[in-house]
């Protein structure tokens, strides 16, 4: 049961474009969000993430926008540089107690020069 | 600054051999612990978590087992690999009071069981 689903496995797009990966999730109860990005060999990295009393969240050229009623977000990258070339994965998870997070299956984007 | 530090980096065994993967956070006390496996089309798996010495939770039925002999250190092993168990494996840790749930990762371990 994949309660989180990124359901592009890949994404290419032109520099200078505007990147937009989607995520959606089945458990209404997550109550945050966030966006990890993760290079060949490395591990992920927090990227930006969003509170389920909000519908937007941005830190720089990275925006999270949240739409609980669909249950889907999005990470909307503008411009999208080559170095953001990378897996993109979405995680949901419930506050309190530790923190499980449930990961999607990941986006790889290709910005293109 | 906490770091985070796993390894080894990669790692080729024999099938029915024994594991062990180590992972130690620094900087941090009592942090959450986790073990994640990445497989291709099936994102990050979590596969064990801690909150504290000896104690030890599994997400879902394997060939591997975990311990938290010390408050910042986090094993992963197995008695005899299966070539199922190749995959890459991720530790990660947090602490509620730190930085509200937001997971830190270590560099990873490539495993290939051949």
């Known amino acids: 049961d994949q309660q989180v689903k990124q359901n592009s496995p890949s994404l290419s797009v032109q520099e200078g474009r505007i990147s937009i990966l989607n995520c959606d999730y089945t458990?209404?109860?997550?109550?945050?969000f966030l966006w990890y990005k993760k290079y060949p060999a490395e591990g992920p990295t927090f990227l930006i993430s969003?509170?389920?009393?909000?519908d937007k969240n941005e830190d720089g050229r990275f925006t999270v926008f949240l739409n609980k009623s669909a249950k889907h977000l999005s990470l909307h990258i503008v411009p999208s540089q080559p170095g953001d070339s990378a897996v993109y994965f979405c995680a949901a998870g419930l506050s309190g107690g530790y923190q499980k997070v449930t990961f999607g299956t990941g986006t790889k984007l290709q910005v293109i020069p | 600054s906490q770091t985070i530090h796993q390894w080894p980096a990669t790692l080729v065994q024999p099938v029915g051999s024994p594991l062990s993967l180590e992972c130690t956070v620094e900087?941090?006390?009592?942090?959450?612990l986790y073990w994640y496996r990445q497989a291709a089309g099936r994102g990050l798996q979590l596969l064990f978590y801690s909150v504290g010495i000896g104690q030890i939770s599994s997400e879902v039925p394997q060939n591997l087992s975990a311990s938290r002999p010390q408050d910042r250190q986090f094993i992963l092993s197995s008695k005899k690999l299966l070539l199922s168990d190749s995959g890459f494996y991720l530790c990660a840790w947090d602490q509620v009071a730190l930085a509200k749930n937001i997971q830190y990762f270590g560099a990873g371990t490539r495993l290939s069981v051949l």
């Open positions: 458990n209404s109860m997550f109550d945050y």
């Open positions: 969003i509170s389920s009393i909000k």
């Open positions: 900087g941090t006390s009592n942090p959450n």
